[in-house]
Structure formats: structure tokens, C-alpha cells
């Protein structure tokens, strides 16, 4: 199947999870659709995987929040205990 979109994040997106698939196929042995063919897997145990996977989306996220807010904080501290004195007339636009 040939790529027709020209948009590159989308192209991105496609090679990461082109990407994916062949690791979670080394890792389990057999690709999804294998899964379902040969019944490895059922309706329950695939919705249970994306409870799972959701689950974790959920704890990657909070913790992306609290990486953000540590670093709005960190800059508005620096930019709250800067020395007026210390900036330099071509530098008055970073106030």
C-alpha cells in the first residue's frame, strides 16, 4: 500500500506506528489481524488492552502537565528575580 497523503506530519504518524507494529510483532510473534484469525485474541481481551493503553495515555499526560508546570514556573521565577540593572538597553524587549 502506497502513501498517497503529502501532509508530513501525517507521514510521521504512519512511520511511527509502522515502526510499532513490527516491534509488537517480534515481541508477540504474530501481527493483529494474526490474532484475530487465529483467535488468540478476542473482542474482551483487544478492549482490555485499550482500557490498558488508555490508562497509561492518562498517566503520561499528568505527568507532561507537572513537567509543564515546573518549567512555567522556573521561567516566571527567573523573570521575577532578575536584576533590572543586570540587562544590558538591547535586551529590554525580553521584560
Known amino acids: 500500500m502506497k502513501i498517497k497523503t503529502k501532509d508530513k506530519i501525517v507521514q510521521a504518524v504512519l512511520a511511527k506506528m509502522d515502526q510499532r507494529s513490527l516491534i509488537g510483532q517480534k515481541k508477540y510473534g504474530a501481527t493483529m489481524m494474526q490474532e484475530i484469525e487465529g483467535q488468540e485474541k478476542d473482542l474482551n481481551r483487544f478492549l482490555v488492552d485499550v482500557q490498558e493503553e488508555l ?15 515546573d518549567e512555567i514556573e522556573e521561567v516566571a521565577y527567573k523573570r521575577f528575580t532578575t536584576d533590572v540593572s543586570d540587562i544590558e538597553v538591547h535586551d529590554e524587549k525580553t521584560l
Open 55 to 69: 490508562m497509561d495515555a492518562l498517566l503520561y499526560i499528568e505527568a507532561a502537565k507537572r513537567c509543564l508546570q
